[in-house]
């Protein structure tokens, strides 16, 4: 049965017309198949694998995140319902160096999670050999207000092993009106924005300033909107339940849809980039005890260490 999206949906701030916004259609093959999956992955960029991982342990994770960010005043009580505040009294990451968010996102249950066998035996058959997680994870707690702009992630990661494989994980169900993640349909075909990110040379230069242009230039210069218009393709997103997993290939334009909850639900996602485990796991922004990311700064700089409020 096709999931049941909500109108109108918008995307920063601006509405999606109906006609340009889908489903994400779920992966129906043989999940032990490599070959189906690879494929899959292949020809349109993205896996949907609904009911993958344990609900048990999704919940716990987000139990677990949302509990430290409550002992900061940020969420409401219970905690799993994921309710901000409006308020904090978090320090700014400056100040304690990403210590506090590094501590979230290194959180033996959420961790379970994103690194845990479930994980990894899904990543090793899509990747048809033993995989690798990065030790950095994106962990997302996004409140009404915000979202991520649309993006290829293939620059932050040029240089490293191939191929990888971005796991996004919906800590807890995520309606649309909660800001899922949205992909851009066919995006993987569209030579000429990726043709622009594969001819920068990143191994004489992957400062934060080359791939942040490279990852968001191409596909900003016109308003998201705009651009699923003028290409005659949709968004496409779904009705997230705790227990979904979403694989995302290096060349899929992908973003986030606004958060417009109206119960000040904060959405909970991560981000957990995968390669192949026999390919050297030696760059410094996303593997080690303290990895620096991509900005230099670490935990400290990554969107999720700053206060909710």
């Not at 249950?109 to 050999?129: A, C, K, Y």
């Not at 851009?184 to 791939?211: C, G, K, M, P, W």
């Amino acid at each position: 049965m096709p999931d049941h999206l909500p109108h109108p949906v918008t995307i920063q701030g601006l509405t999606i017309p109906e006609d340009r916004i889908g489903t994400l259609v779920p992966f129906e093959g043989d999940r032990s198949d490599s070959a189906q999956l690879a494929d899959g992955l292949a020809e349109d960029g993205y896996l949907f694998l609904r009911d993958c991982l344990d609900p048990a342990l999704v919940l716990a994770a987000r139990e677990e995140v949302f509990r430290q960010l409550a002992g900061v005043g940020e969420i409401a009580d219970p905690p799993a319902e994921g309710v901000a505040t409006g308020k904090s009294r978090r320090l700014d990451p400056a100040e304690d160096e990403g210590l506090f968010w590094q501590r979230v996102s290194e959180g033996p249950i959420l961790r379970r999670l994103t690194h845990g066998l479930e994980m990894q035996s899904v990543l090793d058959t899509v990747l048809s050999e033993p995989a690798r997680a990065f030790d950095l994870i994106y962990l997302r707690p996004t409140p009404v207000g915000r979202a991520t702009a649309l993006h290829y992630d293939y620059p932050f990661f040029a240089g490293s092993a191939q191929p990888m494989i971005n796991a996004w994980i919906p800590i807890g169900d995520i309606p649309v009106e909660d800001g899922p993640l949205a992909i851009v349909e066919h995006s993987n075909r569209f030579s000429d924005l990726i043709d622009q990110f594969l001819a920068v040379d990143y191994t004489a230069d992957r400062s934060n300033d080359v791939v942040q242009a490279a990852a968001y230039g191409g596909a900003s210069d016109v308003n998201p909107v705009q651009l699923v218009v003028d290409r005659d393709t949709r968004f496409l997103t779904a009705n997230f339940r705790s227990g979904d997993l979403l694989l995302v290939n290096m060349f899929t334009l992908h973003g986030s849809l606004d958060n417009v909850s109206p119960r000040s639900r904060v959405r909970l996602s991560c981000d957990v980039r995968f390669q192949p485990a026999a390919q050297p796991a030696d760059d410094s922004r996303y593997f080690g005890e303290y990895p620096s990311g991509s900005k230099g700064g670490g935990y400290a700089d990554m969107r999720g260490a700053q206060p909710l409020a």
